[in-house]
């Protein structure tokens, strides 16, 4: 079993930003975060791949591409997720995620993290 550990988050004014962190207990071939807010269906918001012959590949949901950046670290363990130009719609609990195959939206996520709260006031 795969743990997932995820820090950060909080609370920031409407174009602050805030940054999102989550440690895999194991390497992973895919990592990413999807977020849900009160009252709405959990959505996807970005990805990361890796694997030796195609690298990294990034994807993100239409309503955070341009202000969201995912990337990871080199041990495939850790992913960050740098959130700019925060609005209050991105207001939600985030939830990492990870597991063995696909990308985007359709990945296979096979282990999820405990989410954290990210509040963005206008």
């Known amino acids: 079993q795969v743990q997932l550990v995820e820090s950060g988050g909080g609370l920031v004014q409407a174009g602050g930003s805030l940054s999102v962190s989550c440690t895999a207990s194991?390497?992973?071939?895919?990592m990413g975060w999807f977020r849900q807010a009160p009252g709405k269906e959990r959505e996807f918001v970005a990805s990361i791949t890796w694997n030796y012959w195609t690298g990294s590949q990034t994807s993100y949901a239409d309503s955070v591409k341009g202000r969201f950046t995912i990337s990871r670290d080199n041990t495939r363990k850790t992913a960050y997720l740098q959130m700019n130009s925060l609005k209050p719609e991105d207001t939600a609990v985030y939830y990492c995620v990870a597991g063995s195959a696909g990308s985007g939206e359709s990945g296979r996520y096979d282990w999820w993290g405990q989410g954290t709260q990210v509040t963005v006031s206008s």
């Open positions: 194991i390497p992973t071939f895919i």
